[in-house]
């Protein structure tokens, strides 16, 4: 079992930005792929970004590309996310989740394990 503490979150102007870090507990942290997910008011939980257990292979949404990063440190069990040139559409709760197998799936339902989510707002 793993369990997931994100961090990092606040109120950012349009074009700035912000890291955040989702912590996770257990010596298997190794074995999980690690996802990036976001939540608006009203909307469904979107896919943002993942990283494969060895951070060999990643996966991005096309509303992010090119201005977010994932990131991992499995020395540390932690999973980062930077966040660059951002843009009030990129307001959300921003979830980290784990999952046990090798493709980084931007499917919601193939991760077990979620945190309990970090307030991002981009004020225009």
């Known amino acids: 079992q793993v369990q997931l503490v994100e961090s990092g979150g606040g109120l950012v102007q349009t074009g700035g930005s912000l890291r955040l870090s989702c912590a996770a507990s257990?010596?298997?942290?190794?074995?999980?792929?690690m996802g990036w997910f976001r939540q608006a008011p009203g909307k469904e939980r979107e896919f943002v970004t993942a990283?494969?257990?060895?951070?060999?292979?990643?996966n991005y949404a096309e509303s992010v590309k090119g201005r977010f990063t994932i990131s991992r440190d499995n020395a540390k069990n932690t999973v980062y996310l930077q966040m660059n040139s951002l843009k009030p559409g990129d307001t959300a709760v921003y979830y980290c989740?784990?999952?046990?197998?090798?493709?980084?799936?931007?499917?919601?339902?193939?991760?077990?394990?979620w945190g309990q989510g970090t307030q991002v707002t981009v004020s225009s």
């Open positions: 990283i494969s257990w060895s951070g060999g292979g990643t």
């Open positions: 257990g010596r298997t942290f190794s074995s999980y792929t």
């Open positions: 989740g784990a999952r046990l197998g090798v493709e980084p799936t931007r499917r919601t339902d193939y991760y077990r394990y």
